[in-house]
């Protein structure tokens, strides 16, 4: 069974490996060392932490981020207008997301560089890649 060290359970969790490490202090995630000493978590544990994670995924306000499915709650880090069409992407944890939509979009929303924003992701077809 595959493991992974603290800072890979961070990237994969899309939080910082400090917050990782006081989880697993915490006995929220089960760890075991390795010969060289290094703390690791044993792949099915950290699924079954992954989704308890998401599952109680709230905002700084407290509120659910959403139900539903491909949501990447993240941080705006770029805004191109052009005259009709504009690019926005986001940051939501380790994933960088580009959307092009139209610049009334943009300045509906209010969107700007610096503020909370959610990409939901549609796609008739998904690819996985074993890393």
């Known amino acids: 069974m595959q493991s992974y060290t603290i800072g890979q359970a961070a990237r994969l969790l899309g939080v910082s490996p400090d917050t990782a490490r006081r989880w697993a202090d915490a006995g929220r995630v089960v760890t075991h060392r390795d010969d060289a000493g290094r703390r690791l978590i044993d792949g099915r544990d950290l699924a079954a932490f992954s989704v308890e994670v998401g599952q109680g995924a709230h905002?700084?306000?407290?509120?659910p981020y959403t139900s539903a499915?491909?949501?990447?709650?993240?941080i705006v880090t770029a805004v191109k207008l052009g005259?009709?069409?504009?690019?926005?992407?986001?940051?939501?944890?380790?994933h960088r997301l580009v959307s092009l939509l139209t610049r009334e979009a943009v300045e509906e929303l209010g969107l700007?560089?610096?503020?909370?924003?959610?990409?939901?992701v549609k796609s008739t077809s998904v690819h996985i890649d074993r890393t």
């Open 59 to 63: 905002n700084d306000d407290g509120e």
């Open 69 to 74: 499915r491909n949501a990447f709650p993240g």
């Open 83 to 94: 005259d009709v069409a504009a690019q926005v992407e986001i940051q939501a944890g380790p």
């Open 112 to 120: 700007e560089v610096g503020m909370r924003a959610t990409a939901r």
